[in-house]
Protein backbone atom coordinates (compact mmCIF):
# COMPACT_ATOMS: atom_id res chain seq x y z
CA UNK A 1 0.00 0.00 0.00
CA UNK A 2 1.24 3.41 -1.45
CA UNK A 3 1.29 6.14 0.81
CA UNK A 4 1.33 10.30 0.23
CA UNK A 5 4.66 10.40 1.00
CA UNK A 6 5.60 7.57 -1.77
CA UNK A 7 6.75 4.87 0.58
CA UNK A 8 4.99 1.33 0.84
CA UNK A 9 3.52 -0.30 4.13
CA UNK A 10 6.22 -2.96 5.13
CA UNK A 11 5.68 -5.65 6.70
CA UNK A 12 7.54 -8.51 8.62
CA UNK A 13 7.59 -10.72 5.81
CA UNK A 14 6.14 -11.21 2.07
CA UNK A 15 5.75 -14.85 0.30
CA UNK A 16 8.23 -15.19 -2.69
CA UNK A 17 6.21 -15.89 -5.69
CA UNK A 18 7.56 -16.93 -9.05
CA UNK A 19 5.94 -15.44 -12.06
CA UNK A 20 2.24 -16.69 -12.73
CA UNK A 21 3.16 -17.76 -16.51
CA UNK A 22 6.07 -19.86 -15.12
CA UNK A 23 3.31 -21.50 -13.59
CA UNK A 24 0.50 -22.07 -15.76
CA UNK A 25 2.71 -25.05 -17.45
CA UNK A 26 2.32 -27.17 -14.22
CA UNK A 27 -1.22 -26.41 -13.92
CA UNK A 28 -1.77 -27.76 -17.40
CA UNK A 29 0.05 -31.03 -16.37
CA UNK A 30 -2.79 -31.42 -13.76
CA UNK A 31 -5.49 -30.47 -15.89
CA UNK A 32 -4.63 -32.96 -18.08
CA UNK A 33 -3.54 -35.96 -15.99
CA UNK A 34 -6.35 -35.19 -13.64
CA UNK A 35 -4.69 -36.22 -10.70
CA UNK A 36 -5.03 -33.69 -7.89
CA UNK A 37 -3.90 -35.24 -4.21
CA UNK A 38 -2.90 -38.67 -3.49
CA UNK A 39 0.90 -38.54 -4.03
CA UNK A 40 0.49 -37.64 -7.55
CA UNK A 41 3.82 -37.38 -10.17
CA UNK A 42 4.65 -33.41 -8.75
CA UNK A 43 4.40 -35.23 -5.19
CA UNK A 44 6.91 -37.94 -5.76
CA UNK A 45 8.83 -35.31 -7.59
CA UNK A 46 9.03 -32.40 -5.25
CA UNK A 47 9.77 -35.00 -2.80
CA UNK A 48 13.10 -36.85 -4.24
CA UNK A 49 13.99 -33.22 -5.39
CA UNK A 50 13.89 -31.79 -2.00
CA UNK A 51 16.29 -34.82 -0.71
CA UNK A 52 18.59 -33.72 -3.01
CA UNK A 53 18.93 -30.52 -2.36
CA UNK A 54 18.81 -30.46 1.22
CA UNK A 55 20.61 -33.56 1.65
CA UNK A 56 18.88 -36.10 3.58
CA UNK A 57 18.08 -39.84 2.56
CA UNK A 58 14.23 -39.59 2.82
CA UNK A 59 11.54 -37.07 3.32
CA UNK A 60 7.00 -37.30 3.77
CA UNK A 61 5.16 -34.22 2.20
CA UNK A 62 2.53 -32.87 4.40
CA UNK A 63 -0.31 -30.36 4.01
CA UNK A 64 1.01 -28.05 6.75
CA UNK A 65 3.69 -28.29 9.36
CA UNK A 66 1.56 -28.72 12.24
CA UNK A 67 -0.32 -31.62 10.82
CA UNK A 68 3.47 -33.17 10.33
CA UNK A 69 4.08 -32.10 14.31
CA UNK A 70 1.00 -33.96 15.39
CA UNK A 71 1.81 -37.31 13.13
CA UNK A 72 5.54 -37.13 13.86
CA UNK A 73 4.40 -37.71 17.59
CA UNK A 74 2.19 -40.32 16.63
CA UNK A 75 4.96 -41.85 14.74
CA UNK A 76 7.74 -42.19 17.43
CA UNK A 77 4.10 -43.18 19.43
CA UNK A 78 5.07 -40.80 22.32
CA UNK A 79 3.16 -40.13 25.37
CA UNK A 80 2.89 -38.61 28.41
CA UNK A 81 5.42 -35.95 29.14
CA UNK A 82 7.92 -34.10 26.56
CA UNK A 83 10.21 -31.33 26.93
CA UNK A 84 10.40 -28.59 24.58
CA UNK A 85 10.83 -24.84 24.47
CA UNK A 86 8.68 -22.07 25.69
CA UNK A 87 10.08 -19.82 23.24
CA UNK A 88 8.40 -20.42 19.78
CA UNK A 89 5.36 -20.39 18.09
CA UNK A 90 2.14 -22.16 19.50
CA UNK A 91 2.36 -25.55 17.15
CA UNK A 92 4.92 -26.98 18.92
CA UNK A 93 3.11 -26.72 22.12
CA UNK A 94 -0.18 -27.09 20.49
CA UNK A 95 0.94 -30.16 19.00
CA UNK A 96 1.55 -32.06 21.93
CA UNK A 97 -1.74 -31.49 23.74
CA UNK A 98 -3.52 -32.82 20.31
CA UNK A 99 -1.80 -35.88 21.24
CA UNK A 100 -2.44 -35.76 24.80
CA UNK A 101 1.02 -35.04 25.98
CA UNK A 102 1.89 -33.42 28.63
CA UNK A 103 4.57 -30.02 27.59
CA UNK A 104 7.33 -29.77 30.19
CA UNK A 105 9.05 -26.59 29.16
CA UNK A 106 12.75 -26.05 29.48
CA UNK A 107 14.67 -22.13 29.81
CA UNK A 108 16.74 -21.13 26.60
CA UNK A 109 20.12 -20.98 26.19
CA UNK A 110 20.68 -16.51 26.26
CA UNK A 111 22.83 -16.77 22.95
CA UNK A 112 21.33 -19.04 20.86
CA UNK A 113 17.32 -18.64 22.08
CA UNK A 114 17.07 -22.75 21.74
CA UNK A 115 16.53 -25.19 24.89
CA UNK A 116 19.10 -24.84 26.91
CA UNK A 117 21.09 -28.28 27.38
CA UNK A 118 22.34 -27.46 30.76
CA UNK A 119 18.69 -27.77 32.23
CA UNK A 120 17.11 -30.71 30.12
CA UNK A 121 18.24 -33.30 32.49
CA UNK A 122 16.63 -31.38 35.89
CA UNK A 123 13.10 -32.17 34.31
CA UNK A 124 13.28 -35.04 32.87
CA UNK A 125 11.04 -37.81 34.85
CA UNK A 126 9.41 -41.45 34.65
CA UNK A 127 6.87 -39.60 32.35
CA UNK A 128 9.15 -38.33 30.16
CA UNK A 129 9.28 -40.03 26.52
CA UNK A 130 10.77 -37.43 24.39
CA UNK A 131 12.36 -33.95 23.85
CA UNK A 132 11.15 -31.75 21.28
CA UNK A 133 13.49 -28.58 20.76
CA UNK A 134 13.37 -25.86 18.03
CA UNK A 135 16.08 -24.37 16.05
CA UNK A 136 15.02 -21.10 17.12
CA UNK A 137 15.38 -18.64 13.67
CA UNK A 138 16.94 -21.47 12.05
CA UNK A 139 19.75 -21.45 14.51
CA UNK A 140 20.96 -24.47 15.22
CA UNK A 141 20.57 -26.04 18.79
CA UNK A 142 23.41 -27.85 20.82
CA UNK A 143 22.29 -31.27 18.48
CA UNK A 144 25.28 -32.99 19.61
CA UNK A 145 25.05 -32.51 23.84
CA UNK A 146 20.74 -32.79 23.20
CA UNK A 147 21.84 -35.74 21.46
CA UNK A 148 23.39 -37.37 24.10
CA UNK A 149 21.19 -36.89 26.78
CA UNK A 150 18.63 -38.38 24.77
CA UNK A 151 20.88 -41.36 24.42
CA UNK A 152 21.73 -41.36 28.01
CA UNK A 153 17.57 -41.84 29.08
CA UNK A 154 16.46 -43.44 26.13
CA UNK A 155 14.50 -40.67 24.39
CA UNK A 156 13.11 -40.15 21.42
CA UNK A 157 14.05 -36.52 19.66
CA UNK A 158 12.28 -34.78 17.28
CA UNK A 159 13.19 -31.25 16.05
CA UNK A 160 10.70 -28.71 14.95
CA UNK A 161 12.79 -27.35 12.31
CA UNK A 162 9.64 -25.07 10.67
CA UNK A 163 12.75 -22.31 10.38
CA UNK A 164 15.67 -23.88 9.57
CA UNK A 165 15.07 -24.79 5.57
CA UNK A 166 18.68 -25.28 4.42
CA UNK A 167 20.49 -24.73 7.30
CA UNK A 168 23.67 -26.79 7.78
CA UNK A 169 25.50 -27.72 10.75
CA UNK A 170 29.35 -29.33 10.82
CA UNK A 171 28.96 -29.48 7.23
CA UNK A 172 25.93 -31.53 7.41
CA UNK A 173 22.09 -30.62 6.79
CA UNK A 174 20.76 -29.72 10.29
CA UNK A 175 18.22 -31.80 8.96
CA UNK A 176 19.76 -34.86 9.73
CA UNK A 177 19.99 -34.66 13.97
CA UNK A 178 17.81 -36.67 16.02
CA UNK A 179 15.03 -39.04 14.87
CA UNK A 180 12.82 -37.18 12.71
CA UNK A 181 12.76 -33.37 11.78
CA UNK A 182 9.92 -31.36 10.53
CA UNK A 183 9.63 -28.38 8.39
CA UNK A 184 7.24 -25.79 7.41
CA UNK A 185 6.22 -24.47 4.40
CA UNK A 186 3.94 -21.96 5.28
CA UNK A 187 3.79 -18.79 3.00
CA UNK A 188 5.78 -16.82 5.98
CA UNK A 189 8.56 -18.99 5.06
CA UNK A 190 12.05 -19.34 2.82
CA UNK A 191 10.95 -21.69 1.00
CA UNK A 192 6.68 -21.56 0.22
CA UNK A 193 4.33 -24.35 -1.29
CA UNK A 194 1.55 -21.78 -0.21
CA UNK A 195 0.84 -24.11 2.63
CA UNK A 196 2.67 -27.20 3.22
CA UNK A 197 5.44 -28.94 5.50
CA UNK A 198 7.40 -32.13 5.63
CA UNK A 199 8.94 -34.66 8.28
CA UNK A 200 12.71 -36.00 7.55
CA UNK A 201 13.05 -39.28 8.67
CA UNK A 202 15.96 -41.45 8.30
CA UNK A 203 15.23 -44.32 6.38
CA UNK A 204 12.55 -45.82 4.32
CA UNK A 205 10.68 -48.08 6.84
CA UNK A 206 9.82 -45.18 9.24
CA UNK A 207 9.41 -42.97 5.87
CA UNK A 208 6.70 -45.98 4.98
CA UNK A 209 4.79 -45.68 8.34
CA UNK A 210 4.47 -41.95 8.25
CA UNK A 211 3.22 -42.24 4.97
CA UNK A 212 0.67 -44.87 5.83
CA UNK A 213 -0.09 -42.39 8.97
CA UNK A 214 -0.85 -38.75 6.60
CA UNK A 215 -3.26 -41.29 4.40
CA UNK A 216 -5.90 -42.43 7.40
CA UNK A 217 -3.85 -45.47 8.02
CA UNK A 218 -4.18 -46.87 4.53
CA UNK A 219 -1.39 -49.29 2.60
CA UNK A 220 -3.83 -50.42 0.07
CA UNK A 221 -7.76 -50.02 -0.98
CA UNK A 222 -8.60 -52.60 1.50
CA UNK A 223 -5.87 -52.44 4.28
CA UNK A 224 -6.05 -50.23 6.85
CA UNK A 225 -3.01 -50.84 9.67
CA UNK A 226 -3.44 -47.38 11.50
CA UNK A 227 -5.56 -44.74 12.73
CA UNK A 228 -4.16 -42.55 10.83
CA UNK A 229 -5.23 -38.80 9.31
CA UNK A 230 -5.54 -36.79 6.33
CA UNK A 231 -2.28 -35.07 5.93
CA UNK A 232 -1.70 -35.09 2.03
CA UNK A 233 -0.11 -32.33 0.40
CA UNK A 234 -2.00 -31.61 -3.12
CA UNK A 235 -0.44 -31.23 -6.37
CA UNK A 236 -0.95 -27.83 -6.60
CA UNK A 237 1.26 -27.33 -3.76
CA UNK A 238 3.83 -29.39 -4.89
CA UNK A 239 3.57 -28.16 -8.18
CA UNK A 240 4.56 -24.54 -6.82
CA UNK A 241 7.21 -26.50 -4.66
CA UNK A 242 9.11 -27.92 -7.56
CA UNK A 243 9.42 -24.31 -9.28
CA UNK A 244 9.82 -22.32 -5.91
CA UNK A 245 12.94 -25.04 -5.21
CA UNK A 246 14.60 -23.73 -8.82
CA UNK A 247 15.01 -19.61 -7.59
CA UNK A 248 15.81 -21.13 -3.68
CA UNK A 249 19.22 -20.36 -3.87
CA UNK A 250 19.00 -16.72 -5.13
CA UNK A 251 16.20 -16.23 -2.02
CA UNK A 252 18.68 -17.33 0.25
CA UNK A 253 21.67 -14.81 -1.17
CA UNK A 254 18.40 -11.68 -1.58
CA UNK A 255 18.21 -12.65 2.23
CA UNK A 256 22.11 -12.52 3.36
CA UNK A 257 22.48 -9.03 1.77
CA UNK A 258 19.77 -7.78 3.77
CA UNK A 259 21.02 -9.03 6.82
CA UNK A 260 24.45 -8.14 6.09
CA UNK A 261 23.26 -4.44 5.91
CA UNK A 262 20.92 -4.30 9.07
CA UNK A 263 24.27 -5.77 10.43
CA UNK A 264 26.15 -2.67 9.07
CA UNK A 265 23.65 -0.26 9.72
CA UNK A 266 22.38 -1.15 13.64
CA UNK A 267 25.82 -2.69 14.85
CA UNK A 268 27.23 0.72 16.39
CA UNK A 269 23.59 1.71 17.51
CA UNK A 270 23.42 2.21 21.50
CA UNK A 271 21.32 -0.34 23.13
CA UNK A 272 20.46 -2.44 19.72
CA UNK A 273 22.22 -6.05 19.61
CA UNK A 274 21.71 -7.50 16.19
CA UNK A 275 21.40 -11.77 17.11
CA UNK A 276 24.63 -13.33 15.40
CA UNK A 277 24.61 -16.42 13.46
CA UNK A 278 26.18 -19.64 14.82
CA UNK A 279 29.10 -20.77 14.52
CA UNK A 280 30.08 -23.28 12.26
CA UNK A 281 26.61 -23.30 10.33
CA UNK A 282 25.10 -22.50 7.22
CA UNK A 283 22.44 -20.05 8.19
CA UNK A 284 19.22 -18.81 6.03
CA UNK A 285 18.46 -15.35 7.30
CA UNK A 286 14.91 -16.66 7.64
CA UNK A 287 14.30 -13.95 10.45
CA UNK A 288 16.60 -11.06 11.30
CA UNK A 289 16.02 -10.52 15.42
CA UNK A 290 17.02 -7.52 17.48
CA UNK A 291 17.16 -7.07 20.62
CA UNK A 292 16.30 -3.80 22.46
CA UNK A 293 18.33 -3.52 25.58
CA UNK A 294 17.97 -1.28 28.79
CA UNK A 295 20.16 1.50 27.28
CA UNK A 296 18.55 2.08 24.29
CA UNK A 297 16.61 5.48 23.78
CA UNK A 298 13.13 3.94 24.46
CA UNK A 299 11.48 0.54 25.14
CA UNK A 300 11.21 -2.34 23.02
CA UNK A 301 7.49 -1.91 22.71
CA UNK A 302 7.89 2.14 22.42
CA UNK A 303 10.19 1.31 18.90
CA UNK A 304 7.75 -1.27 17.97
CA UNK A 305 5.15 1.37 18.22
CA UNK A 306 7.07 3.62 16.62
CA UNK A 307 7.74 1.76 13.30
CA UNK A 308 4.30 1.08 13.10
CA UNK A 309 3.27 4.60 13.03
CA UNK A 310 5.40 4.54 10.26
CA UNK A 311 3.51 1.25 8.96
CA UNK A 312 6.56 -1.02 9.53
CA UNK A 313 5.13 -4.24 10.89
CA UNK A 314 7.88 -5.57 12.78
CA UNK A 315 6.83 -8.29 14.97
CA UNK A 316 7.71 -9.35 18.44
CA UNK A 317 8.74 -13.19 18.00
CA UNK A 318 8.37 -14.78 19.88
CA UNK A 319 6.14 -12.53 22.86
CA UNK A 320 4.13 -13.82 24.80
CA UNK A 321 5.59 -16.98 25.70
CA UNK A 322 3.86 -20.46 24.76
CA UNK A 323 3.42 -20.99 28.22
CA UNK A 324 1.78 -17.73 29.13
CA UNK A 325 -1.05 -18.67 27.05
CA UNK A 326 -4.19 -19.84 28.93
CA UNK A 327 -3.68 -23.78 28.42
CA UNK A 328 -0.21 -24.00 29.27
CA UNK A 329 0.49 -20.97 32.36
CA UNK A 330 -1.05 -23.74 34.93
CA UNK A 331 1.65 -25.69 34.12
CA UNK A 332 4.69 -26.33 37.19
CA UNK A 333 6.92 -26.13 34.24
CA UNK A 334 5.42 -22.62 32.74
CA UNK A 335 6.42 -20.92 36.01
CA UNK A 336 8.27 -17.47 35.77
CA UNK A 337 10.17 -18.34 38.02
CA UNK A 338 11.28 -21.54 35.79
CA UNK A 339 11.75 -19.94 32.41
CA UNK A 340 13.91 -16.67 33.35
CA UNK A 341 16.27 -16.47 30.37
CA UNK A 342 13.20 -16.86 28.17
CA UNK A 343 11.04 -14.15 30.01
CA UNK A 344 13.68 -11.89 29.30
CA UNK A 345 14.52 -12.69 25.94
CA UNK A 346 10.91 -12.31 24.88
CA UNK A 347 10.71 -8.98 26.70
CA UNK A 348 13.02 -7.22 24.30
CA UNK A 349 12.90 -9.31 20.94
CA UNK A 350 11.67 -7.47 17.93
CA UNK A 351 12.20 -9.57 14.18
CA UNK A 352 12.92 -6.78 11.45
CA UNK A 353 11.42 -7.23 7.87
CA UNK A 354 13.75 -9.37 5.94
CA UNK A 355 12.43 -11.37 2.40
CA UNK A 356 13.94 -11.08 -0.84
CA UNK A 357 12.11 -7.80 -2.65
CA UNK A 358 12.56 -5.76 0.38
CA UNK A 359 14.65 -2.69 -1.07
CA UNK A 360 17.83 -1.80 -0.01
CA UNK A 361 16.29 1.66 0.22
CA UNK A 362 13.36 0.12 2.76
CA UNK A 363 15.95 -1.07 4.84
CA UNK A 364 18.09 1.84 5.45
CA UNK A 365 14.45 3.60 5.68
CA UNK A 366 13.91 1.07 8.97
CA UNK A 367 17.39 1.34 10.05
CA UNK A 368 16.92 5.21 9.90
CA UNK A 369 13.83 4.85 12.18
CA UNK A 370 15.98 2.79 15.06
CA UNK A 371 18.94 4.77 14.74
CA UNK A 372 17.37 7.96 15.01
Known amino acids: MKKTDGTSSIYVTQPVLPALEEFMPYLEKIWANKILTNSGPFHHELEQALCEYLGVKHLCLFANATIALITALQSLRINGEV ?40 AITPQTSAIMPVH ?23 YDAAHAFGVQYHGNS ?30 AKTKQHIDHLKNFGFVDEVTVVAPGINGKMSEFNAALGLLQLKGIDAVLDARQKIATQYRSRLENVTGITCV ?11 YFPILVEADYVMSRDALFQKLREHEIYARRYFYPLISDFPMYRGLPSASHQNLPVAREIA ?10 DLSEADVDRIADLIAH
Open 276 to 286: GDIADSKPNHS
Open 347 to 356: SKVICLPIYP
Open 174 to 203: LLNFGDLSILSFHATKVFNTFEGGAIVCPD
Open 83 to 122: ITTPYSFVATAHSLLWNGIKPVFVDIDPVTFNLDADKIEA
Open 136 to 158: CYGRPCDVDRIQKIADNYGLKLI
